[in-house]
């Protein structure tokens, strides 16, 4: 049976750490589609092969936590239109130093969306490997991505990160356009399929 268990900003669990072994066993608990597990593989690689993998000078790839923010009362996920890159995401960024990947999902679906109140759920439920192109250059995230929880009926102001800001269900993920990718619809899927326990 998978524990999975509820944490608020300011839980010691949360503590910040520049340990990249904190992410690597944060990587090993997750509990992951059989999709997933060859991104497991690689980001446990790259966490191996990088010291510096918690910063975004490391070229080949970095490190970064996102967090699907669910209503589980009103079975709905909020995803955001990222403004640099123009397509769906959940909330998400870089570790910038800090291998606590679930205190980095939370910070980040806190700050991207505005929505006060939010906890996340560990372990991970997903991780993915995936190449971004910037204007410094192209290279790697690697995602490991935790269910946040919203309080019911909670209001995402938002940020300047995003274009736009939607709350969908499962069958409102097809509407979204542009439409989402592979890996977004697998994550976002997932956390409304293990929301439902936390009704």
């Given amino acids: 049976m998978i524990r999975w268990d509820l944490l ?14 904190v992410a690597r066993a944060q990587l090993a608990d997750a509990v992951l589609l059989p999709e997933a597990e ?14 510096d993998v918690l910063l975004r000078t490391c070229l080949p790839g970095h490190l970064t936590g996102s967090g699907v923010v669910v209503d589980p009362v009103r079975g709905r996920s909020l995803l955001m239109l990222h403004r640099k890159l123009g397509r769906w995401f959940q909330p998400g960024g870089h570790a910038d130093g800090d291998a606590n990947l679930a205190s980095v999902a939370l910070r980040e ?9 939010l906890s996340v759920v560990v372990p991970a439920l997903d991780v993915d490997v995936h190449e971004v192109a910037m204007p410094e250059g192209t290279h790697l995230h690697l995602d490991v991505r935790f269910l946040v929880l919203a309080p019911e009926g909670a209001e995402a102001p938002g940020n300047h990160e995003s274009l736009q800001l939607a709350w969908v269900d499962a ?12 890996s977004t619809r697998r994550v976002v ?11």
């Fill in 109 to 117: 679906a806190s700050e991207e969306t505005g929505i006060e109140g």
């Fill in 8 to 21: 608020r900003a300011g839980d010691r669990a949360l503590a910040p750490s520049t340990d990249r072994s």
């Fill in 171 to 182: 069958g409102g993920l097809e509407q979204l356009r542009p439409a989402i990718d592979p």
């Fill in 38 to 51: 060859e991104h497991r593989r690689t980001v446990t690689e790259m966490i191996d092969a990088h010291p």
């Fill in 189 to 199: 899927r997932r956390a409304l399929e293990l929301g439902e326990s936390f009704r």
